[in-house]
């Protein structure tokens, strides 16, 4: 399986059970030096209560209404950096629910225009000793002590931080490359907080699941806002192509059993709406 994944594939296996399906990514996890950041993140869900975690590696995914979907995205950003996304269908949406995997184009022109939200040091700020660095990174997502605002970033908001001498802004800054332990070499990440504040990225997915025939409609209509789960934080319309971003593209309708892992660096994940027709959307993500 590492093989397959160190050539971009995306690994699909069916009639694998819970256990299974944990054992799979555990082995897969240790192979890459990934074990301990796979336990982690099972532990955080039921820390930060943001997921719940449902066998020992699998946690659910983010809650949504009838109609919602989910637009294309790596999970995490570039401080998580992680690594593989593994998804594991308990039961799915009899009408909708599809999950679409869209193959990264690293070297697309359209990144040119992309930008990420993340936290920088602004102008002024005073010396920080390696204490309060840990701090700073830990309370704000610094990527690093050396993160300072340049001249082509936009601020979106200051921040009160509660560090006296440090002064920070939320920023649009141009996306950096991550390394990939699958490739060894650097890519260009669709991370979280460069996909979901994107409003440019949900009208390219509305219009790509319409293209496809894969949007549900709602019966009394719908504003484009309604179907976007994380439409408050689309603070930003970058203007990119997003057809330009994706060289290909794998769309799945996952049946109980189903499991699929994927490298999130270089593969974005989505999932379009489904209806309230019976049949519950129940899948579980597991991340290293």
Same mark, same amino acid.
């Given at each position: !399986?590492?093989?397959?994944?160190?050539?971009?594939?995306?690994?699909?296996?069916?009639?694998?059970?819970?256990?299974?399906?944990?054992?799979?990514?555990? =082995?897969?996890?240790?192979? /890459?030096?990934?074990?301990?950041? /796979?336990? *982690?993140?099972?532990?955080? &869900?039921?820390?930060?209560?943001?997921?719940?975690?449902?066998?020992?590696?699998?946690? &659910?995914?983010?809650?949504?209404?009838?109609? =919602?979907?989910?637009?294309?995205? &790596?999970?995490?950003?570039?401080?998580?950096?992680? +690594?593989?996304?593994?998804?594991?269908?308990?039961?799915?949406?009899?009408?909708?629910?599809?999950?679409? /995997?869209?193959?990264?184009?690293?070297?697309?022109?359209?990144?040119?225009?992309?930008?990420?939200?993340?936290?920088?040091?602004?102008?002024?700020?005073?010396?920080?000793?390696?204490?309060?660095?840990?701090?700073?990174?830990?309370?704000?997502?610094?990527?690093?002590?050396?993160?300072?605002?340049?001249?082509?970033? =936009?601020?979106?908001?200051?921040?009160?931080?509660?560090?006296?001498?440090?002064?920070?802004?939320?920023? !649009?800054?141009?996306?950096?490359?991550?390394?990939?332990?699958?490739? @060894?070499?650097?890519?260009?990440?669709?991370?979280?907080?460069?996909?979901?504040?994107?409003?440019?990225?949900?009208?390219?997915?509305?219009? !790509?699941? +319409?293209?496809?025939? *894969?949007?549900?409609?709602?019966?009394d209509g719908f504003e484009l806002h309604q179907l976007d789960p994380?439409?408050? @934080?689309?603070?930003?319309?970058?203007?990119?192509?997003?057809?330009?971003?994706?060289?290909?593209?794998?769309? *799945?309708?996952?049946?109980?059993?189903?499991?699929?892992? /994927?490298?999130?660096?270089?593969?974005?994940?989505?999932?379009?709406?489904?209806? &309230?027709?019976?049949?519950?959307?129940?899948?579980?993500?597991?991340?290293?």
């Amino acid at each position: !399986m590492i093989e397959a994944l160190s050539r971009d594939c995306v690994i699909l296996i069916r009639n694998v059970s819970p256990s299974e399906a944990d054992g799979l990514v555990h =082995q897969i996890a240790g192979e /890459l030096g990934l074990q301990k950041k /796979l336990e *982690l993140e099972a532990g955080f &869900s039921d820390f930060l209560g943001h997921r719940r975690r449902i066998t020992k590696y699998f946690m &659910s995914v983010n809650s949504r209404d009838d109609y =919602q979907l989910v637009t294309p995205h &790596s999970e995490g950003d570039r401080i998580s950096n992680m +690594q593989l996304s593994c998804f594991y269908c308990f039961e799915n949406s009899k009408d909708g629910g599809e999950t679409i /995997l869209l193959n990264i184009d690293d070297t697309s022109e359209a990144w040119g225009l992309l930008r990420e939200k993340t936290t920088k040091i602004l102008p002024g700020s005073k010396p920080l000793s390696r204490g309060m660095i840990t701090r700073a990174k830990a309370l704000y997502r610094l990527s690093s002590p050396d993160d300072y605002l340049v001249p082509d970033d =936009q601020i979106v908001a200051e921040v009160k931080s509660e560090i006296p001498g440090l002064l920070l802004a939320i920023v !649009m800054a141009r996306p950096k490359r991550s390394f990939s332990l699958l490739l @060894g070499r650097d890519v260009n990440v669709l991370w979280d907080n460069i996909g979901s504040v994107d409003q440019s990225c949900l009208h390219f997915f509305v219009r !790509m699941l +319409q293209e496809r025939e *894969l949007l549900k409609r709602p019966p009394d209509g719908f504003e484009l806002h309604q179907l976007d789960p994380v439409n408050a @934080g689309r603070s930003w319309c970058s203007g990119a192509d997003y057809e330009k971003l994706f060289c290909d593209e794998i769309i *799945l309708k996952l049946k109980p059993g189903d499991l699929v892992i /994927l490298n999130n660096l270089t593969w974005a994940h989505a999932v379009n709406n489904w209806t &309230s027709l019976p049949g519950t959307r129940r899948i579980a993500v597991a991340l290293a």
